[in-house]
């Protein structure tokens, strides 16, 4: 079982930036792809980063290229999403999650463990 908790979350102004991070625990967290998913108000939760087990693969939507990274730090079992350039539209509940599969995937139905997610509010 692995356990995530998010933090980092937030209300900042339009064009601001924000970081999420992400620590884990309860396994061996390198075992793992980690990803960044988002709900937004009325919305369903839809993919947003994430990232292979090394690092050395990442993976963006559209909608957010160019503008966050994902990162992680192994040694610290910690997963990071930094913002930038944020707009209203990026307003949702940020979650992190873990998934057991060898290759990047996007959907949710391959992440296996999930946070409680942290609030991002954008303001215009």
């Known amino acids: 079982q692995v356990q995530l908790v998010e933090s980092g979350g937030g209300v900042v102004q339009a064009g601001g930036s924000l970081t999420l991070s992400c620590a884990a625990s309860?396994?061996?967290?390198?075992?793992?792809?980690m990803g960044w998913f988002r709900q937004p108000p009325g919305k369903e939760r839809e993919f947003v980063a994430t990232?292979?087990?090394?690092?050395?693969?990442?993976y963006y939507a559209d909608s957010v290229k160019g503008r966050f990274t994902i990162s992680r730090d192994n040694a610290k079992n910690t997963v990071y999403l930094q913002m930038g350039s944020l707009k209203p539209e990026d307003t949702a509940v940020y979650y992190c999650?873990?998934?057991?599969?060898?290759?990047?995937?996007?959907?949710?139905?391959?992440?296996?463990?999930w946070g409680q997610g942290t609030q991002v509010t954008v303001s215009s």
């Open positions: 990232i292979s087990r090394s690092g050395g693969r990442t």
């Open positions: 999650t873990a998934s057991r599969s060898k290759v990047i995937v996007t959907t949710t139905d391959w992440f296996d463990y």
């Open positions: 309860g396994h061996t967290f390198s075992n793992y792809n």
